[in-house]
């Protein structure tokens, strides 16, 4: 994915383009793997289903995080700059990872099932 976003330039600009695409895939392959469907009827139909969904989401998920970690290198000439922007992105990445883990467990222990 990061070749061929360096190496394809759009009019919608070099990056932008696969953060469409990404997105375009991301969303329908992420609800069709967590929603099943039946009417394959066979269980080699249902391991196709969940072989197939995940490899796009991994595709569009790529091809939208790729774009953004190489467009910090676009963002300033400085190196100190690069430096901060891309410890600014790592460090709210896991902030927000923790949010999730530790609301994720609230909710799981809260709920009773």
């Keep these: 994915m990061g070749l061929v976003s360096d190496k394809v330039s759009c009019k919608l600009g070099q990056r932008n ?3 469409y695409i990404g997105s375009v895939l991301v969303a329908p392959a992420f609800l069709c793997i967590f929603y099943g469907f039946e ?6 139909g249902e391991n196709a289903w969940y072989i197939i969904f995940p490899a796009v ?7 939208v995080q790729i774009s953004t ?5 676009n963002l300033s000439y400085s190196q100190r700059k690069r430096d901060k922007m891309a410890v600014n992105r790592n460090g709210f990445t896991y902030l927000a990872n923790i949010f ?7 909710v799981f222990v809260t709920i009773k099932s």
């Design 69 to 73: 970690m190489a467009i910090v290198n």
């Design 39 to 44: 009417f394959f009827g066979s269980v080699g």
């Design 17 to 19: 383009t696969w953060y």
């Design 57 to 63: 989401f991994n595709v569009g998920w790529a091809s």
């Design 100 to 106: 999730v883990l530790t609301l994720a467990l609230i």
